[in-house]
Nanobody, 123 residues
């Protein structure tokens, strides 16, 4: 079985930074997609960032220039460095993975999900 375990969430003031980490086990995703979704209360669960099987990265428009996704192939992990955080970034962040080579923004395309980690940004 595959497990994705997130860590690094917490409370931060607007303008601050957090780094989320996701550790995968049970399957090696080195050449497949991994990424992050987020869901705020009353909102849809939306794509945030992803890295594809060739190492290319993709971002939700509103986080470009503020968030950076990185893969550690040897450790089978990904990180999400979040800078210049805004209250609108408050959400539960979910690590995702799929045995595909291409990143998409559709929830249904991801077979594996973590439990989520809460990020709260105060104004």
């Amino acid at each position: 079985q595959v497990q994705l375990v997130e860590s690094g969430g917490g409370l931060v003031q607007a303008g601050g930074s957090l780094r989320l980490s996701c550790a995968a086990s049970g399957r090696n995703f080195s050449y497949f997609v991994m990424g992050w979704f987020r869901q705020a209360p009353g909102k849809e669960r939306d794509f945030v960032a992803g890295v594809d099987g060739r190492g290319y990265t993709y971002y939700k428009e509103s986080v470009k220039g503020r968030f950076t996704i990185a893969r550690d192939i040897a450790k089978n992990t990904i990180d999400l460095q979040m800078n210049k955080l805004k209250p609108e970034d408050t959400a539960v962040y979910y690590c995702v993975a799929d045995l595909a080579a291409t990143v998409t923004t559709a929830r249904a395309n991801y077979d594996y999900w973590g439990q989520g980690t809460q990020v709260t940004v105060s104004s």
